[in-house]
């Protein structure tokens, strides 16, 4: 793949300002896998390698539901103007605010990225991207960045909520969700809603490298059960969840609405 972390091209530009455009007139975009991958240089071998690592996830085992339905690792990182990724304290993950239930495992704890994916071109490259989409959002110094590699598997006789907590608010600047792929599997539909709960936009991310983008300041967000096409075999679903918060930012003049 493509080196990114100098400026971006032409093309990976018009991408990135259309995102951008989008979250400040509607709050939410879906950008198709072929934006994303001219964005981040990759191609359809690139997207199954990066799919690797969803074979190394950890169980989550929260008391409210299966453990061995749910597998996901956590990262903290920190993302500064210069496109400078470096790695933060590994705490127990929860979500700030009333934004809904916290998915935590029981201990709550959360076992991390492995050194692997934190070192992966690829990864780097899709937060420095969005690291630029949001920069439309909040003029950041440095973004707070979290990052959730997440597989559910549902069988037959049990479907599966990709998110557990319902509609929420992940407490961040920008929301983002990528597919990384998905085998025998039905739904997982993602709902963007204004506060007032008009629905803003819904889409059933199928590609690899598509992605889901919401302003998470201005919108709540909900993802509808995953379950087999067939029913002779589990269903899974793999996706790259990825929050930015500003962490030291000077507000732009675009206001959440």
Known sequence: MADIAGAPTRRS????????????????????????????????????????HWEDLAPEGHAAWDDTHRLRRY???SLDRTGALRPAPHPAFAQPGDTGPLPLGDDGHIEPLTDVFAADPLFKALVRMLGRIASCLQDAGVWSVRVHPIRVVASADRTVLP???????????????????????????????????????????????????GDDRATLHEVGAVRPAETTGPARRDVLVTTLTAHRSAERDAQVG
Request: proline share 3%; with cysteine; aromatic share 4%.
């Open 13 to 52: 530009a018009g991408e990135i300002a259309r995102a951008r455009q989008a979250l400040l007139s509607r709050h939410a975009q879906v950008m198709e896998s072929a934006a994303v991958s001219r964005c981040v240089g990759a191609d359809a071998a690139d997207w199954r390698r990066f799919g690797l």
């Open 163 to 213: 998110v557990p907590e319902g509609r929420h608010r992940a407490g961040a600047t920008l929301v983002s969700s990528l597919l990384v792929g998905r085998q025998n599997a039905v739904g997982g539909r993602h709902t963007v809603y204004a506060p007032d709960g008009t629905r803003l936009l819904t889409a059933t991310l199928h590609e690899p490298g598509s992605l889901l983008l």
């Open 75 to 77: 990262g903290h990182f």
